[in-house]
Nanobody, 118 residues
Framework: QVQLVESGGGLVQAGGSLTLSCAAS????????MSWFRQAPGKEREFVAS????????NYAVFMKGRFTISRDITKSTVYLQMNSLKAEDTAVYYC???????????WGQGTQVTVSS
């Protein structure tokens, strides 16, 4: 059974940094794209960043503007999201997702809350 467990969320002041982690287990992820999404109160879930598990190729939402960095550690089966220069509008629940490249099926984690105080 696939499990994606996020951690690292919390309360931070504007301008600060946080690193989110997503520990993945339950299958081989070599044919997966690992992603971070976020959902703010009253808004739809939106894409933040993704990384191809096998190649490490990354992709970012335009609004990131270089503030966030996604990475993966294959040896630890963990995906990270380094977030710098945080703004109040970054406040949201952040979700880790694993998309099977072949079937496009998406596995979701339970989410971790990030709150940025202004």
């Amino acid at each position: 059974q696939v499990q994606l467990v996020e951690s690292g969320g919390g309360l931070v002041q504007a301008g600060g940094s946080l690193t989110l982690s997503c520990a993945a287990s339950g299958r081989t992820f070599s044919r997966s794209t690992m992603s971070w999404f976020r959902q703010a109160p009253g808004k739809e879930r939106e894409f933040v960043a993704s990384v191809r598990w096998s190649s490490g190729i990354t992709n970012y939402a335009v609004f990131m503007k270089g503030r966030f960095t996604i990475s993966r550690d294959i040896t630890k089966s963990t995906v990270y999201l380094q977030m710098n220069s945080l703004k109040a509008e970054d406040t949201a629940v952040y979700y880790c997702a694993a998309t099977d490249i072949g079937t496009q099926y998406i596995y979701w984690g339970q989410g971790t809350q990030v709150t940025v105080s202004s």
